[in-house]
């Protein structure tokens, strides 16, 4: 199709976009394709649909990191008889209350795949707000029931699981292409900043509120209430999405949707040209495969050069958990504990300033750093750091006997604390996004919906894996612990290191070449570059002759 106003205005646009990417700003805008959108895209609207969004990341980080601490709590262990159980059964009480949500989050994941692809997205998050609630309702309700517990973290866990997967592709498909990367990257930054607020609501409470209150250990049971209210008020405001629309026959409505979030007339060349380019990205997908059924998409996947991508996919997300992150997230302050520092209010004391330190670090390294250093390179340096953290402490836990007896605060327990900071910030700029991204860009587009299913229920099993099977690690294994999470952080060193090709700056397509090239990762990149850049000549000279015949023919007229 061809668009009036094509020619002209979006060269202007493209040399706009050309002069502010030269701009001394860490947010300049780059935008470079075929068809340059007009600074009105780049509006309030579009970054406020990110953030509604991400309240379904807020529900993930609130409840990832208040439930570890809120656990320990004198009320909670008193009121559900935790503090007249053996250590052997505090440890399964723990982990069931704990990997019940993850095991609603695995199932949460593969429902919520159908019910997207029926309903649209807009409705799944609005549902997953609500199912929320329900489940905070029953955890909050429960005066003594572990059952009451077990249910409500479930329901939690259904929601939070079905979110993960949706809320993602929701904002990819609204976003403006030039920026999509930094509107994604809301997500990680709100549900680190969301862990924050459950690992000091903890010590709050603690710290103000009598342990023989059921208040002390209902108000951050309660709070989930505010992130799953918010998912659903804000997304009931929310468009949906213009791609499903398109795709489902609604293309006056996606006219409307774009419309309304790019802050441009409907009749805009723009608007029209992006209508455009989903119908054509829908027809080649169509052609791919995505139309095809479920059992034909899975012979597609484990194809050569698609089983490699899967089997990396699949593996960082397991090792992802096998880091030891979520050991940390969930039973940090008896991590702390075992490590000399005694208390419930030192525990969650430091289990704050964690979470501070990981988030910090995860918005620094997604702002400035993971398009500047690479994926690879990225997950080698912080792997590294990683491992020689977590082989200190647990080198230190064997020396100092800290499991087994209270050990004397000395340097060595101060550096032990300090270690986990610094694992802290080494996970941030590797395991913590870089599994999530690796996973969103590099499927085929025909199977792409059906590989992220497979990654993302990795991710819920490896996750209720380790949290259930941590306080029984802690209490049979004690210094073994940290050295089981090492040893994984050294098998994933080794795994990047020759199985994972740098993918920044490829295009979606230009994955296919990538991955099917044969040899050792290191210098598959190297080789796509040649490959890519010997088309694109090819192409230029292509584009070339035809620019001369064109003349020509003008000429001879």
Not at 40 to 54: E, I, K, Q, T
Not at 243 to 255: C, F, M, P, V
Not at 315 to 320: D, K, N, P, R, T
Not at 351 to 370: E, H, N, P, Y
């Amino acid at each position: 199709m061809v668009y009036t106003s094509s020619s002209n205005s979006a060269s202007q646009r493209s040399r706009t976009r050309s002069e502010l990417s030269t701009m001394p700003s860490l947010f300049a805008i780059k935008d470079d394709s075929a068809f340059p959108a007009p600074d009105a895209v780049y509006n309030w609207r579009v970054y406020s649909l990110a953030f509604c969004a991400s309240m379904g990341a807020s529900m993930f980080g609130y409840d990832s990191a208040f439930i570890g601490g809120a656990i320990t709590l004198p009320s909670f262990v008193s009121r559900f008889g935790l503090g007249t159980s053996s250590s052997e059964q505090a440890a399964t009480l723990s982990a069931n209350i704990v990997s019940t949500f993850q095991a609603g989050c695995f199932f949460g994941a593969i429902f919520i795949s159908y019910l997207a692809e029926k309903f649209g997205l807009k409705f799944p998050l609005l549902a997953c707000g609500l199912v929320y609630n329900i489940g905070t309702v029953v955890q909050v309700a429960s005066a003594g029931s572990i059952g009451m517990i077990y249910a409500g973290r479930a329901l939690t866990g259904l929601a939070v699981g079905a979110s993960t997967l949706v809320v993602p592709q929701y904002i990819s498909e609204c976003s403006p292409p030039a920026i999509r990367g930094r509107l994604i990257g809301i997500f990680e930054i709100v549900l680190q900043f969301s862990q924050i607020v459950g690992f000091w609501v903890n010590y709050g409470v603690n710290q103000n509120i009598s342990g023989t209150l059921d208040a002390q250990w209902r108000i951050p049971f309660g709070l989930q209430l505010i992130p799953g209210t918010f998912l659903t008020a804000l997304m009931f405001l929310q468009p949906e999405s213009p791609r499903w629309l398109i795709k489902n026959g609604k293309t006056e409505e996606a006219i409307r949707s774009l419309s309304k979030i790019r802050c441009l007339p409907r009749e805009d060349d723009y608007i029209s040209w992006e209508v455009d380019a989903v119908k054509e990205q829908l027809l080649n997908e169509s052609e791919s495969g995505t139309s095809r059924p479920l059992g034909a998409k899975l012979k597609e996947m484990f194809k050569s050069g698609n089983r490699n991508r899967l089997a990396l996919g699949m593996s960082f997300m397991m090792l992802q958990n096998l880091s030891g992150i979520n050991a940390l997230n969930y039973y940090s302050p008896r991590i702390f504990k075992s490590i000399g520092f005694s208390g419930t209010s030192v525990g969650l004391l430091a289990t704050g300033v964690f979470g501070i330190v990981k988030a910090l670090a995860t918005l620094v390294f997604m702002c400035f750093g993971i398009d500047v250093l690479g994926r690879r390179k990225s997950m080698l340096i912080g792997s590294s750091g990683a491992l020689v953290a977590m082989f200190y402490l647990g080198g230190y836990s064997k020396v100092s006997g800290s499991f087994n007896h209270t050990v004397v605060q000395d340097g060595g327990a101060y550096i032990a604390i300090i270690m986990i900071y610094v694992f802290a910030v080494f996970y941030a700029m590797s395991w913590n996004g870089i599994p999530w991204v690796f996973c969103a860009e590099v499927f085929p587009t025909g199977i792409r919906s059906v590989c992220l299913l497979f990654t993302t229920c990795t991710q819920w099993l490896g996750q209720f894996i380790i949290v259930y099977s941590t306080p029984y690690m802690m209490n049979n294994i004690t210094y073994g612990t940290f050295l089981f999470f090492g040893g994984f952080l050294v098998v994933g060193t080794l795994v990047v290191f020759f199985l994972m090709p740098e993918t920044k700056g490829l295009s979606l397509e230009d994955m296919d070449i990538l991955f099917n090239i044969k040899g050792l990762a290191i210098t598959q990149r190297r080789k796509a570059d040649e490959i890519i850049g010997s088309q694109r000549a090819a192409e230029n000279v292509v584009n070339l002759k035809e620019k001369t015949e064109h003349a020509i023919q003008i000429e001879s007229v």
